[in-house]
Nanobody, 122 residues
Framework: QVQLVESGGGLVQAGGSLRLSCAASGRTFSSYATGWFRQAPGRERAFVAAISWNGTSTMYIGSVKGRFTISRDNAKNTVYLQMNSLKPEDTAVYYC???????????????WGQGTQVTVSS
């Protein structure tokens, strides 16, 4: 069983930065891939980025490449999403998730946090 708690969301102006954190409990967390997804009002939850269990592989949606960086510290059971050059279209609730497979598909992620709101003003 893995429990996830996100933090670091907030209100920021366009062009600004935020770093989201996802703290995990459970001794097996270091063996899970971790993903970040987001859900904007009126839209379906969408993949943002993922990182493999050991951090050697990452993937991103095209719209955040070069602006967002996913990383993890297994010693601290924490995954991060550094978000730079934020745009109003990045506004959403951001969710952390864990999966036994390295994937961009939400169906492959059995564990989810409660989400943290990110609002980017223009």
């Amino acid at each position: 069983q893995v429990q996830l708690v996100e933090s670091g969301g907030g209100l920021v102006q366009a062009g600004g930065s935020l770093r989201l954190s996802c703290a995990a409990s459970g001794r097996t967390f270091s063996s899970y891939a971790t993903g970040w997804f987001r859900q904007a009002p009126g839209r379906e939850r969408a993949f943002v980025a993922a990182i493999s269990w050991n951090g050697t592989s990452t993937m991103y949606i095209g719209s955040v490449k070069g602006r967002f960086t996913i990383s993890r510290d297994n010693a601290k059971n924490t995954v991060y999403l550094q978000m730079n050059s934020l745009k109003p279209e990045d506004t959403a609730v951001y969710y952390c998730s864990a999966s036994p497979v390295f994937s961009a598909r939400s169906q492959n992620y059995p564990y989810w946090g409660q989400g943290t709101q990110v609002t980017v003003s223009s």
